[in-house]
C-alpha cells in the first residue's frame, strides 16, 4: 500500500516554472514506478512523466520533454516534477501516482494503482 501526497502547485506566468513534489508514504516506496498525469477541465486524465524504481530511467510526454524534469529520491520517499517554460496549455490538476509494474512505457492510467489527491497548476498568458 503507498499514499501520496502532492504539494508546490500554484499560480504562475508564462515562461516561469514550478517545481512540484509527491510524499508517499509505504515501505515498499523503492519499487514502484513513479508517474505524474494531468487533467484539464473536461479532458481526459493525460500522461505526463515518469521514473523507473531501480535504474531512476526517465519517459516524457511529447508536449513536456525538454521542458520538464521527473526525479525521485527513495531514500526520502519522494518524487518531484519540475517544470519550466510553462505554457497556459499546461494548465491542469496534476496528480502523483505509484505503479508495482515494471518495465514498458507505463504511460497509461491503468498501468498505476495507487493515486494522489492532486495539485492545481495555473498558467496565465
Known amino acids: 500500500q503507498v499514499q501520496l501526497v502532492e504539494s508546490g502547485g500554484g499560480l504562475v506566468q508564462a515562461g516561469g516554472s514550478l517545481r512540484l513534489s509527491c510524499a508517499a508514504s509505504g515501505r515498499t516506496f523503492g519499487s514502484y514506478t513513479m508517474g505524474w498525469f494531468r487533467q484539464a477541465p473536461g479532458k481526459e486524465r493525460e500522461f505526463v512523466a515518469r521514473?523507473?524504481?531501480?535504474?531512476?530511467?526517465?519517459y516524457y510526454a511529447g508536449s513536456v520533454k525538454g521542458r520538464f524534469t521527473i526525479s525521485r529520491d527513495n531514500a526520502k520517499n519522494t518524487v518531484a516534477l519540475s517544470m519550466n517554460s510553462l505554457k497556459p496549455e499546461d494548465t491542469a490538476v496534476y496528480y502523483c501516482a505509484a505503479s508495482p509494474r515494471i518495465g514498458g512505457l507505463r504511460r497509461d492510467v491503468e498501468d498505476y494503482d495507487y493515486w494522489g489527491q492532486g495539485t492545481q497548476v495555473t498558467v496565465s498568458s
Open positions: 521514473i523507473n524504481w531501480s535504474d531512476y530511467g526517465t
